[in-house]
């Protein structure tokens, strides 16, 4: 059985949501260029997860992570965005902006101290 990695659920988690979201936002909204980004960035942030598990070096290890973790703050972004504009309402934004905030503050720890031990 696989031991349970919270960054990596995490991440797919939100990667489903943003998923979901980019669907209702091209169906319901007609709405395709923010939420393409959102798209591409959101879901990029568990590949890079995944990615990481299997680097070559510690090193390979904290850049891909230092990958998501910018992925990260740009689907914030997107998300800001969408929400200032309108698309998502104040309920669709605090939901899935506090579990991108989560990812964001996990993989800012994760670099922080995988930084500390590379140097």
Not at 71 to 88: D, H, M, P, Q, S
Request: hydrophobic share 35%; aromatic share 8%; proline share 1%.
């Amino acid at each position: 059985m696989e031991k349970e990695n919270i960054i990596v659920d995490k991440s797919k988690a939100l990667a489903i949501r943003i998923i979901r979201m980019y669907q209702f936002l091209t169906t319901e909204k007609k709405e395709f260029i923010m939420s393409k980004q959102l798209l591409r960035c959101g879901t990029s942030i568990g590949a890079n997860v995944r990615e990481s598990i299997y680097g070559q070096s510690r090193p390979d290890f904290h850049t891909k992570l230092t990958i998501a973790l910018k992925e990260a703050a740009e689907t914030e972004y997107w998300l800001e965005l969408l929400f200032e504009t309108n698309y998502i309402t104040d309920e669709q934004y605090n939901s899935i902006a506090n579990d991108c905030k989560e990812v964001l503050k996990i993989l800012t720890a994760i670099t922080k101290q995988t930084k500390r031990i590379s140097n």
